[in-house]
């Protein structure tokens, strides 16, 4: 069975960085029909894509972020960090993982985690 | 930067079909996904590749995809299916990207 989960603080103070962790299970991050994304989503706002994390150790980051955002994986330990730097009250949100996979085209997200929610708040 | 819109809100009585546009410029060159998305829950993928659907989501959700515009039809919609939905295409030059999303409310 494929599983995401997503782990992490759940309160950070503003201008503090956030670390994130996806520990995946059922599928190896080195398996090159498949990636992971990390995705959040603000109280009753749309999705927003953040970086992706290729399985050739290849990074993908979304534009507006790009400058605050870190991604790595260990593969031994089945699990893909996220970090992001300087965060506000804005950055308040659920904060998914999610795997894409060549079966679906690559370009599109078959599995997703539960979700955490990350609040930022002094 | 590449953009998806959609209409922020569909209404539908049971039983009929709903339709749910995402507009994005030449999406029809690209693959179209649709997500689900329950309240406190985690999006589930229901189309992928512009009409094709994954194992277990039910032969009443279609899609399609061309010129500008990629739809989710929910054909004889159920109470069930009231729910967010988010269109996703991938970008050259923004690489993922989500729709703005549309709230379906059954009658």
């Known amino acids: 069975q494929v599983t995401l989960k997503e782990s992490g603080p759940v309160l950070v103070k503003p201008t503090e960085t956030l670390t994130l962790t996806c520990t995946v299970s059922g599928f190896s991050l080195n398996n090159a029909r498949m990636g992971v994304s990390w995705i959040r989503q603000p109280p009753g706002k749309a999705l927003e894509w953040l970086a992706h994390m290729y399985s050739n150790d290849e990074k993908s980051y979304s534009r507006s972020l790009k400058s605050r955002l870190s991604i790595s994986k260990d593969t031994s330990k089945s699990q893909v960090v996220l970090t992001m730097t300087n965060m506000d009250p804005v950055d308040t949100a659920t904060y998914y993982c999610a795997r894409t996979h060549v079966l679906i085209g690559g370009n599109g997200f078959d599995i997703w985690g539960q979700g955490t929610i990350v609040t930022v708040s002094s | 930067s590449y953009e998806l819109s959609q209409p922020p809100s569909v209404s539908v009585s049971p039983g009929q079909t709903a339709i749910i546009t995402c507009s994005g410029d030449?999406?029809?060159?690209?693959?179209a996904y649709w997500y689900q998305q329950k309240p406190g829950q985690s999006p589930v993928l229901i189309i992928y590749q512009d009409a094709k659907r994954p194992s277990g989501i039910p032969e009443r959700f279609s899609g399609s995809n061309s010129g500008n515009t990629a739809t989710l039809t929910i054909s004889g919609t159920q109470a069930m299916d009231e729910a967010d939905y988010y269109c996703?295409?991938?970008?050259?030059?923004?690489?993922?990207?989500f729709g703005t999303g549309t709230i379906v409310t059954v009658l």
């Open positions: 996703q295409a991938w970008d050259s030059s923004t690489a993922y990207v």
């Open positions: 030449k999406l029809g060159d690209k693959y």
